[in-house]
């Protein structure tokens, strides 16, 4: 049974973690150049994804969004040049969002200035904080039972 207490910490967990979700879009898109944060995340999430898969329902699985929001960032970026949309060879319903040569020059500028944000972000951290930090945010993440779909592995900008 929930005590007032426990209410107390969860309500103000939600509120700081919405809050801090809000403001780290908001301050992440300060820093970089050509794309904002969601924009930046997005084609991060397409070169972590293998190469012809990287549909929309694909980009939102592993942003943890739905297909509908992933659709209007991408016809922004697209756009902007920075994406294009082929047909599907998995699935002709579908679609498949690749990194054009401006998206692929865009993601190297942005993803360096990205770098200066994760210092002045966690420059209070020490990495045992961090380890500590992410395995708690991947346990909140599983409260519905679904795991999030990562970025633990390297990835490359596909020449």
């Not at 898109?29 to 990287?54: F, N, V, W």
């Not at 969004?65 to 319903?93: C, L, M, N, W, Y």
């Not at 679609?95 to 020059?105: D, H, P, R, S, W």
């Not at 994760?118 to 420059?123: E, K, Q, S, V, Y």
């Amino acid at each position: 049974m929930e005590t007032p207490q426990s209410i107390f910490l969860m309500q103000q967990t939600y509120a700081t973690l919405f809050s801090l979700a809000n403001k780290l879009q908001v301050k992440g898109d300060e820093y970089l150049k050509h794309l904002t944060s969601r924009q930046l995340m997005t084609l991060i999430a397409i070169i972590h994804l293998p190469q012809g898969d990287a549909s929309l329902n694909n980009i939102a699985r592993k942003l943890g969004t739905t297909k509908q929001s992933i659709k209007q960032v991408v016809s922004i970026i697209e756009e902007k040049g920075f994406v294009a949309t082929i047909p599907s060879e998995h699935d002709k319903r579908a679609v498949n969002i690749v990194l054009t040569e401006a998206g692929k020059q865009a993601l190297i500028e942005d993803g360096e200035l990205g770098l200066q944000l994760f210092n002045d972000l966690f420059h209070e951290f020490t990495p045992e904080e961090m380890e500590t930090l992410w395995n708690l945010l991947k346990k909140l993440y599983r409260f519905d039972g679904e795991t999030q779909d990562g970025f633990e592995e390297e990835a490359t900008i596909q020449s």
